[in-house]
């Protein structure tokens, strides 16, 4: 069982570092949010095929698909590209003038995320008929998530980044010239 988890933790370590850094691409973009998203699928094209053929190579399955399985890939994938350009247009929609708060919108995101998928899982369980009630727990659970996203979103650092070729931001000390005797070499700043 040790996999999943490392392997569910390296999600969460990649898709926590996606805001902040989709930010900084938008910055290094003139904050144009659609030049990011483009190139964020080309990554996403490039990783799946390179990802996938890999697994499959790994797991010696044959290089065949069904319909319902192109079909579900097909949609499970729009999904997540969908995901990918609501949450450009999120950070994009800020108003004028201010930047993109990534440590607002990820927690919505994500805290939003795993909501849905509770929800989801336990419409499909009622509709299959599987005669589980819902644990009230759930409940409570997707309550203390709500809660959880305010306070994250609330209380993480606020830090803007680097703009690329700005100034510095400290004031120049004044160099001041020493008395020359002659043959002296100028002194340098």
């Given at each position: 069982?040790?996999?999943?988890?490392?392997?569910?933790?390296?999600?969460a370590l990649f898709w926590g570092m996606y805001?902040?850094?989709?930010g900084w691409a938008r910055a290094a973009e003139g904050n144009n949010p659609f030049k990011p998203y483009l190139l964020i699928g080309v990554a996403y094209l490039v990783w799946a095929i390179i990802g996938g053929a890999c697994g499959m190579l790994y797991t010696k399955v044959p290089f065949e698909f069904s319909g319902e399985g192109v079909k579900w890939g097909f949609i499970a994938g729009s999904l997540g590209a969908f995901g990918a350009l609501t949450l450009t247009l999120a950070m994009f929609s800020f108003p004028t003038g201010t930047k993109p708060r990534p440590e607002l919108v990820m927690p919505i995101v994500f805290g939003g995320a795993v909501t849905v998928t509770a929800i989801m899982n336990l419409i499909i369980s009622m509709k299959s008929g599987s005669g589980h009630a819902p644990n009230p727990m759930l409940w409570v659970g997707i309550a203390g998530m709500a809660v959880c996203i305010v306070v994250v979103a609330y209380n993480t650092p606020h830090v803007a980044p680097k703009k690329p070729g700005a100034a510095p931001t400290t004031t120049p000390t004044p160099v001041t010239a020493e008395p020359q005797t002659p043959?002296?070499?100028?002194?340098?700043?």
């Open positions: 069982m040790k996999w999943p988890i490392v392997f569910a933790l390296l999600t805001g902040p850094v989709l043959g002296d070499t100028p002194a340098k700043p």
